[in-house]
């Protein structure tokens, strides 16, 4: 004789924010905004910019990032518009990827050279 017994239901997850959360590291965040920043096409170099006593250019508070760059820029490349570009690509694609509001993000352009292409 088989005894069929009926499938249990599976207890209902928790809610969301009671699932644990994610922290971002200041190196991530630091890693990304380099690559964001290299890929404006004027950009020829760029380099994380940390404080002193910190190995990387992104700073995390909670849920929000603040981040410094040096970026070399091409010759003859109007600087301003540059800049402009420059910050609103890397301050939308840390917010993509990490969730993470730029409130700070400091350029210096430390060099200009090479041609555009």
């Not at 924010?17 to 004027?42: L, M, Q, Y």
């Not at 420059?86 to 969730?99: F, P, S, Y």
Request: glycine share 6%; charged share 25%.
């Amino acid at each position: 004789m088989t005894v069929t017994v009926p499938a249990q239901r599976p207890a209902p997850l928790p809610a969301p924010e009671r699932r644990g959360h994610t922290e971002v590291a200041d190196r991530v965040v630091s890693k990304i905004a380099c690559v964001a920043a290299a890929e404006v096409p004027e950009v020829r170099d760029v380099q994380p910019r940390g404080l002193p006593w910190t190995p990387s250019a992104g700073e995390v508070h909670g849920d929000q990032a603040v981040v410094r760059l040096n970026v070399s820029v091409a010759y003859p490349a109007p600087l301003r518009a540059v800049a402009a570009r420059l910050r609103e690509h890397v301050i939308d694609r840390v917010a993509a990827q990490t969730g993470l509001r730029v409130t700070r993000l400091d350029i210096t352009m430390t060099d200009v050279g090479g041609d555009l292409p």
